[in-house]
């Protein structure tokens, strides 16, 4: 075998959610390992991120009591993923459920605290085997563990918030449960404040509990600033990895195997352009950029699902500023998203891949606004509507419009106000009656999630009558990228033929998703990212 720099166990690229399964796998099998971190922040989207784990049938479920089942799980995924590719076999599907007891019990061994978002459902529960609340999250924790790690966490969002405050406090002064919510995180927040604690959520709660688990516990190395940069195999199998570190090239020998879980191409705008047709808008990391996919291909990984991502609307940036991905407020009353003809192209509500979907068939180059009224900018709290600068330089660069009329902001959007106003008449009347005859928006348990129950009687309709009328530019945003390395059941890379490339193995975006062209439920991407990281490390240990 060649001479390496360094050698351990296993080698890991990247440092977010695929990467910390599999280093939680690898702890607790006692292998050695590291994660190389190509940036000078560890953590990637998934740190950044929402944090939720979409876990079907887990352990906190049937402490809680709440029915669920490998079958249920099983036929839901069935139903909505399919099986139309090698991501989503049925052996894979069946990997990810049975592993997932694995990975929740696994990490509360090493202290890490999970709570379920009880109230947030799969995205189409209604079809078989759907339930509400299989998404887990870690627990809000005092981030001062990290020492000076904390600094270097690609952190984004430093608050001790939950998945289930998000959707509430988005209503915390028009409703009680709003505000109820919106109290108990202020509560929560002064808690951690008064203790002398720095608390973190979601995305961020999950990396910090993870490193805990792994490096601070488990003795996994973590390098940041070493990108992966080629895979060195010999005899057909992929035997370490050469970095760049501290300005020179070094090599990283991988006994057991190399897990490339460096994420999606997110910000490789070249890579964006020919797999998918349009620029950019990702939320996702920054250091996204897909050479860990390309590293896989040229050791002869087939690939999947390259034309697809985590897509969601978002509001256009002011400048070079990032897209800011919206969820809650194109569900909740009193608005619509309209093509740039002023017409409705598909329930605003739905899951943000399916509106991402719908918007890339309907019109992938074009322009699209999000419009509320006077009672959905004072009702709800917009993320994207808080900061007074970006509104006025949204404002100037023309990708926001306000107006006492209807007519009168159809144009300054340069649309046909006879057009607009019709489409507003229109929603008004389904508005009314409580019944969305043209998209059905309001009809499933998910867009009521994120719906305003004390607007009756459809809490996701509300007409559009009160001015002044707003108007924000709506682009095709994702959170990242779904497409790449081609695995099987224990995340081992495979080539066009089916054989395994030994030595070889991907998790998380790096890899085409167990999800395939859907998003079953919240947590859909972190959840089998950090399921199948674990797995590859189990069969690394098993392997030998
Ligand atoms: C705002 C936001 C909210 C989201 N909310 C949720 C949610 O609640 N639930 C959910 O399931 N999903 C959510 N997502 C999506 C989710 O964050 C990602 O799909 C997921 O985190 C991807 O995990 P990963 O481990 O594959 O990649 P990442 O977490 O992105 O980690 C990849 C890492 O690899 C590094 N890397 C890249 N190239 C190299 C290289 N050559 N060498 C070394 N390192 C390299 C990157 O810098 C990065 O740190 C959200 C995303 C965003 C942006």
């Known amino acids: 075998m060649a001479n390496f720099d360094h050698t351990f166990d296993v080698v890991i690229v990247g440092s977010g959610g695929a990467a910390m399964g599999t280093a939680l796998g690898a702890v607790d099998e006692k292998l050695s390992v590291v994660m190389l971190e190509g940036t000078d922040k560890w953590g990637g989207s998934t740190a950044m991120s929402g944090g939720g784990m979409w876990l079907p049938n887990n352990p906190l479920m049937q402490r809680d009591g709440v029915a669920d089942s490998r079958e249920a799980a099983l036929t839901y995924m069935e139903e909505c993923v399919g099986s139309d590719y090698r991501a989503t076999s049925r052996a894979r599907k069946e990997a990810f459920v049975d592993s997932v007891g694995d990975l929740v019990h696994t990490a509360e061994k090493y202290g890490v605290k999970f709570v379920r978002a009880a109230e947030y459902p799969d995205y189409y529960p209604e079809l078989p085997g759907g339930r509400i609340g299989r998404a887990i999250e870690v627990k809000p924790l005092d981030s001062k563990v990290l020492g000076e790690w904390y600094d270097t966490m690609r952190l984004t969002a430093p608050l001790p918030i939950m998945t289930d405050d998000v959707w509430l406090i988005q209503r915390a002064w028009s409703t009680w449960a709003g505000f109820k919510r919106g109290a108990s995180l202020v509560r929560r927040m002064l808690g951690f404040v008064a203790t002398g604690k720095r608390g973190v959520g979601i995305g961020a709660a999950f990396a910090t509990a993870f490193f805990q688990a792994v490096v601070a516990k488990g003795g996994a190395q973590l390098w940041l600033d070493s990108p992966a940069e080629e895979l060195i195999v010999e005899d057909g199998r992929v035997v370490g990895v050469r970095i760049t570190r501290n300005g020179r090239t070094e090599t990283v020998g991988a006994t057991r195997g190399v897990m490339l879980a460096g994420g999606g191409f997110d910000r490789n705008d070249e890579m964006r352009r020919e797999h998918h047709g349009i ?153 009314r009656a409580g019944i969305d005859d043209d998209f059905a928006r309001g009809k499933s348990a998910y867009d009521r999630y994120y719906g305003d129950p004390s607007v009756v009687p459809n809490a996701n309709l509300g007409p559009l009558e009160k001015g002044p009328f707003t108007a924000y530019r709506v682009v095709i945003g994702d959170l990242g990228t779904k497409g790449g390395v081609v695995t099987d059941e224990f995340a081992r890379a495979l080539r066009e033929d089916g054989s395994v490339i030994e030595g070889l193995y991907s998790a998380g975006n790096n890899s085409a998703s167990v999800m395939g062209r859907t998003y079953p439920g919240p947590g859909s991407t972190i959840g089998p990212a950090a399921v199948f990281g674990l797995r590859a490390a189990r069969f690394m240990a098993s392997a030998g």
């Open 279 to 431: 620029d950019q808008e990702s939320s996702g990391n920054p250091g996204n950029l897909g050479v860990p996919i390309s590293l896989g291909e040229r050791a002869g990984a087939a690939l999947e699902l390259m034309d697809d991502a985590w897509w969601g609307a978002s509001i256009d940036g002011a400048g070079d500023s990032d897209p800011s991905f919206i969820v809650g407020e194109r569900a909740l009353p009193y608005s619509i998203m309209v093509d740039q003809h002023g017409e409705r192209f598909a329930n605003e509500a739905e899951s943000y891949v399916d509106l991402g979907h719908h918007m890339l068939e309907h019109d992938k180059d074009g322009a699209y606004w999000i419009i509320g009224d006077a009672r959905h900018a004072r009702r709800y709290m917009r993320t994207y509507a808080i900061d007074p600068r970006a509104n006025k330089a949204l404002k100037a660069e023309g990708k926001l419009a306000q107006a006492k009329s209807i007519e009168e902001l159809a144009t300054k959007l340069s649309m046909d106000p006879a057009r607009l106003r019709a489409t507003v008449d229109r929603f008004n009347g389904f508005a």
